[in-house]
């Protein structure tokens, strides 16, 4: 089936330490994005990439850092610089850049619940 | 600024009655589209309906329809007919298109209660 993963469904950081989350899509989608959710609040982008090998910073990038080496996958690194990771992490994806595709909605993955002990 | 704006942080609502959940966005942009999430307490994002800024007719999906006052910069979520089902977060989103590519920006929802 085509879709969007998340893994791992629960994460578990030490301070200090660095983490980084997967995402992968076999939807054949160009555009893909980090969103972080705390408790009873919106989604804050993080960052978002529109082709391969390359990236741009959302609203809340810092502390942050991604790749996108292959255009199925889009790995988010949680680093020690981020000093209150705690959150919900969503990945979605979508074939926005192709002009008879903008009315399509973008796909997401079930997310990662990333917890710092 | 915020781009999306959602005033409601909490609504509630009976089953079978119909409810509206607003949505203001602010965008320069010509063209750009508004999308409506529902997430259940499971954390999933589920499409409800999309609104392109050059649409003539407001958008209808089932039980959603999107009041969309272009002028107003409003894009409201009617859900006629509730279920408790819908009891769920809502999110309004809108596609903003950029040098660097499309992003999509969500505002900070509202919590639709249905009671029996």
């Known amino acids: 089936d085509g879709g969007i993963t998340q893994s791992p469904k629960y994460l578990f950081r030490k301070e200090g330490q660095n983490v980084t989350l997967s995402c992968e899509q076999n939807l054949n989608h160009d555009a893909m994005y980090w969103y972080r959710q705390d408790p009873g609040q919106g989604l804050r982008l993080i960052y978002y990439?529109?082709?391969?090998?390359?990236?741009q910073k959302g609203d809340i990038a810092e502390g942050y850092s991604v790749s996108r080496e292959k255009k199925e996958s889009f790995p988010l690194t949680v680093t020690s610089a981020q000093k209150n990771p705690t959150a919900f992490y969503l990945c979605?994806?979508?074939?926005?850049?192709?002009?008879?595709?903008?009315?399509?909605?973008?796909?997401f993955g079930q997310g990662t619940r990333l917890t710092v002990v | 600024a915020q781009k999306i704006t959602q005033t409601q942080p909490g609504m509630f609502v009976q089953e079978k009655e119909a409810v509206t959940l607003d949505c203001t966005y602010d965008t320069s942009d010509p063209s750009y589209g508004l999308f409506w999430y529902k997430q259940p307490s499971s954390g999933e994002m589920i499409f409800l309906i999309y609104q392109g800024s050059y649409d003539q007719q407001n958008a209808t999906e089932g039980r959603y329809s999107l009041n969309f006052q272009k002028a107003r910069k409003s894009a409201n979520l009617v859900i006629s007919a509730s279920q408790l089902g819908d009891s769920a977060m809502y999110f309004c989103a809108m596609r903003e298109e950029n040098q660097a590519g499309t992003a999509l920006i969500f505002g900070k929802g509202t919590t639709l209660s249905v009671s029996s």
């Open positions: 990439s529109q082709i391969v090998n390359d990236f």
């Open positions: 979605a994806s979508s074939i926005w850049g192709v002009d008879r595709f903008m009315n399509t909605e973008a796909f």
